[in-house]
């Protein structure tokens, strides 16, 4: 059946539609960019213009779909569905289904260098690893189903801490195979992530060990899988070793020391897109050795790969932003390097803390390199998560800290 609308070229059409065909052409609207309406007025289109009908297809379960279609298609179609003795759904299904054959999901765009993220700031509880973990968790979920995003226009404007998020949309995953590194001695990312930190023991091995020049095996059996399920083998961890408090001490003996992660890591990044390295709140030369391997390498495109700076809406943050950009400037220009930086995250805003808060939110977007790529309120599903060990979009999918990590995702995408 059908019912006019105000619209002069289209009617509505209400029909039925099987929930699993339902939610595919959703999927692969989204993927494709294309409006429902636009994706079933060329199934329709083509259905009719068949020289005889398709197989059956399964429509059980078939409920409620709407839509809206050029004025006279639906008529045509419904003529066609006598014609050929199916039914409207069967109809209709036969037609989306052909549809998404003839779209399939577009091949996920790989970088051609595995892309570095070095999560850093040299001041402690910033919030540096629900960043690092969120961005990671971000950029493996599937890209056969939709999730709510929080869209980049609405960065700019100051979240409210207590109303739904504006601008959300459903988008598919972004779908990356991306390896987190716990680069803290601390364990914080490790042990968020439900994983178990490596052991100090004279056969243990760590990546300690590796950027140290003294490795006991493949830096790849240390991985573990996160989350497999939610995240199709996509996201991945290398566990930290309390071992890395040493690491500046045994760094200080190696040739080359800037580059010792880039060696230990180099080795592991073709099984990766990206490789997001969590930073512990250092200014030594573990830091050099993180900034160093997010440098801008030879034939990469300028802002692929750099520092994530993680900083919050006060006055020690600010602080804390000019000893770390001093001291990868003088990285840069003693080595002479192509360093970009990724972005500035102001994490755990919450305006209700007042002029400190909101001025010092003005001071970071009044920065124009590195931009302000996301506003990470503070919220009670970010502890919650941390509490029961489990990856933040796995716990509360749906909540705003996990749209505004999706929106981040997508910035840096």
Not at 107 to 124: A, L, M, S, Y
Not at 150 to 170: T, W, Y
Not at 396 to 413: D, G, T, V, W
Request: hydrophobic share 40%; charged share 25%; with cysteine.
């Amino acid at each position: 059946m059908s019912s006019p609308i105000t619209s002069s070229d289209r009617e509505k059409v209400v029909s039925k539609l099987p929930g699993r065909l339902r939610q595919s052409l959703k999927v692969r609207c989204a993927q494709h960019g294309l409006e429902i309406q636009t994706a079933i007025e060329q199934a329709v289109r083509a259905w009719t213009g068949l020289a005889s009908g398709l197989e059956p297809v399964d429509t059980a379960g078939a409920d409620s779909f709407s839509t809206f279609l050029p004025h006279g298609q639906w008529n045509d179609f419904k003529a066609v569905t006598k014609q050929r003795s199916v039914s409207l759904t069967q109809g209709l299904a036969q037609a989306v289904h052909m549809w998404l054959d003839s779209h399939p999901a577009p091949d996920i765009e790989r970088p051609v260098v595995t892309r570095r993220f070095v999560v850093c700031n040299q001041k402690g509880g910033v919030g540096k690893t629900a960043i690092t973990a969120g961005l990671g968790e971000a950029m493996a979920e599937d890209r056969n189903s939709l999730y709510p995003v929080q869209i980049a226009k609405q960065l700019a404007s100051e979240p409210d801490g207590d109303e739904d998020p504006l601008g959300v949309e459903n988008l598919p995953g972004i779908g990356l195979r991306v390896l987190l590194v716990d680069f803290d001695p601390q364990c914080h990312l490790t042990n968020q992530l439900g994983a178990t930190p490596l052991p100090i023991s004279q056969d243990g091995d760590s990546l300690t060990n590796h950027m140290g020049g003294s490795p006991k095996g493949d830096l790849r059996d240390l991985i573990v899988t996160v989350d497999e399920e939610r995240f199709g083998d996509r996201l991945h961890l290398l566990p930290s070793c309390n071992d890395a408090f040493l690491l500046d001490v045994r760094l200080s003996g190696v040739r080359a020391r800037e580059a010792a992660l880039e060696r230990a890591l180099a080795p592991l990044e073709a099984d990766y897109d990206v490789i997001v390295v969590d930073c512990p709140p250092s200014l030594g030369l573990s830091m050099d050795a993180a900034v160093y391997y997010g440098r801008r390498r030879k034939d990469e495109v300028p802002g692929q790969s750099g520092p994530l700076v993680v900083v919050q809406a006060e006055d020690s943050s600010a602080d804390a932003y000019d000893l770390l950009t001093n001291q990868i400037e003088d990285l840069r220009n003693d080595m002479d390097l192509d360093i970009d930086y990724l972005g500035l995250v102001v994490n755990l805003y919450d305006p209700r803390r007042g002029y400190i808060a909101t001025s010092s939110l003005e001071g970071w977007m009044d920065i124009k390199d590195p931009r302000v790529v996301a506003i990470v309120s503070e919220r009670k599903e970010q502890k919650e998560a941390v509490r029961m060990k489990q990856p933040l979009l796995s716990y509360a999918p749906k909540s705003q800290i996990a749209i505004s990590m999706r929106a981040m995702a997508r910035e840096l995408s």
